[in-house]
């Protein structure tokens, strides 16, 4: 393959050796939507080596019609991409389709044959973009025909949450995958963790000497962390109806997310050294009692209303959920990390569809002034706050107070902008950051076993209180007005920080 008919871009990142990258469920959505369009950017940016191969593996199509389903799902899904027919012509030489069943043993006899057949390196990465009862069928048929053995070359396994729905099921998972695996061989993808202004995060915390004295419970009031979507279910209500908010996005991305906020500084820039710290973290979050459940939580489900002038549906008459559905759309939840650092502090996590815009935040907030100076008419100083911005437009902004210009000595609030899109270079999609990472061993943004059942461990309790729960708050699609949540922020300085507001 030459520069001409791929051509580079300038990428962030070291080029990698070559691998075979094993993709089950191929004819998926996940494939089309993410990974194809990934791997492409990849390798015209020279992120991803030219003598890889791509192997897809599914039932009932021939390559044929398989490769021209990647192509239109990148047309459909991935606009972006400037792709001749040149270019594809070279991309899909490197790919190639292994029919048949996940169930059925001769299917992973036939990829250990395509693989073989292969010359010049045998690293290969299995990517299970399939739902997750299949994850201990394929790694078992791996093992049995000796795909998961490293020495001729790394063999690592991708896994999409959810990692269990609960902490059994977690565990269960675990005992399942680390009997054909040995856990370094996992790779549990978070792509929220993908996502430029989280990697971000430890950068400013650790590299900025100005933050680490004021990151503690000293001068932090509470913590923000949300993730809005403006979109509903989207046709996924077999998925959504077992899985609820709570489950989708608090248990997995945004814990995930207040790790990283929370943790101390590890002893080097590891992977097991960050998720050492990131388990410290999970490990002190106060446990819920059944009590303060009722205190530091609200579930609520979209009902009808308006997106952007556009009149959207309730949930119970999306297709596929029944109509008596008590499952929550919207979660807030209030956690106390009991540790020196942030005793006392609240870190609120929300989230929920079918909400105004779609914008996913972390907000620092400050204390406020111990005492106004100043002779403000009415206008006191606001506390102060650090916010990262992790969708869209990505950045980071610092919330001050200003005197207004003239002869008084009255406030206003400055806002400190800075865009990630202003510092020079592409911002890449969050799965060509984690297929990156996984194709150099780079575990860092990766789930390790004993986060996932601790994480579990802690909204077990949520699950279980809520799980007979015959009716539930209903909040008008396209509005912020959420019962309860003001009152998950008793207390806090300034409120609920709508985004936007």
Request: hydrophobic share 40%; charged share 25%.
């Amino acid at each position: 393959m030459t520069e001409r008919e791929i051509p580079d871009k300038q990428c962030p990142g070291d080029p990698i050796e070559p691998a075979n990258i094993v993709i089950f469920g191929a004819a998926g959505d996940l494939t089309k939507r993410k990974l194809i369009p990934a791997l492409l950017k990849m390798l015209r940016c020279g992120l991803l080596h030219p003598k890889s191969r791509v192997i897809g593996v599914s039932k009932g199509r021939t390559e044929p019609v398989w490769l021209e389903s990647l192509y239109q799902g990148i047309r459909s899904y991935a606009p972006d991409v400037s792709l001749s027919s040149e270019q594809w012509e070279s991309f899909s030489a490197m790919c190639q389709l292994v029919s048949g069943d996940l169930k059925d043993e001769a299917t992973y006899d036939d990829l250990k044959e395509a693989l073989e057949t292969i010359d010049g390196h045998s690293n290969a990465m299995f990517y299970c973009a399939v739902p997750p009862e299949w994850y201990a069928t394929i790694t078992t048929g791996l093992k049995r025909v000796g795909l998961t053995d490293e020495t001729d070359g790394f063999r690592r396994v991708v896994i999409e949450k959810p990692f269990g729905m609960d902490l059994e099921s977690a565990r269960k998972l675990n005992g399942e995958l680390q009997a054909s695996l040995d856990e370094s061989q996992i790779y549990r993808i978070d792509h929220y963790l993908g996502k430029e202004s989280v990697q971000n995060l430890l950068v400013y915390r650790f590299s900025n000497s100005i933050l680490e004295p004021l990151w503690n419970r000293n001068f932090i009031d509470h913590i923000q962390i949300s993730a809005a979507e403006s979109i509903g279910i989207e046709y996924r209500a077999n998925y959504y109806e077992k899985s609820g908010a709570l489950r989708d996005m608090i248990q997995s991305h945004l814990m995930q997310v207040m790790t990283l906020v929370a943790m101390e500084p590890p002893v080097e820039f590891t992977a097991d050294a960050v998720r050492d710290e990131k388990i410290k973290v999970l490990r002190a979050v106060r446990p819920f009692e059944k009590e303060d459940i009722k205190k530091q939580t609200i579930a609520a489900q979209y009902s009808t209303g308006k997106i952007d002038g556009d009149a959207v549906k309730s949930y119970v008459a999306e297709e596929g959920v029944s109509p008596e559905s008590a499952t929550e759309t919207f979660v807030g939840a209030r956690f106390y990390i009991d540790n020196w650092r942030w005793q006392g502090v609240p870190f609120v996590l929300w989230t929920g569809k079918r909400l105004p815009r779609r914008v996913s935040e972390i907000v620092i907030r400050f204390r406020k002034p111990p005492f106004n100076l100043f002779d403000t008419e009415g206008n006191p100083p606001l506390a102060n706050a650090l916010v990262f911005r992790v969708h869209p437009d990505e950045g980071i902004s610092l919330r001050m107070n200003a005197k207004l210009p003239g002869l008084t000595t009255d406030i206003k609030r400055s806002v400190m902008h800075a865009p990630y899109s202003e510092d020079g270079g592409d911002i890449s999609d969050a799965y060509e950051v984690l297929l990156h990472d996984v194709l150099s061993g780079d575990a860092t943004l990766f789930s390790r076993a004993d986060e996932v059942e601790e994480s579990w461990q802690i909204i077990d309790p949520i699950l279980k209180a809520w799980q007979d729960k015959l009716s539930i708050n209903r909040y008008q699609a396209g509005t912020w007005e959420i019962e309860g949540m003001e009152a998950l922020f008793e207390g806090c300085e300034l409120g609920w920080h709508k985004p936007g507001h």
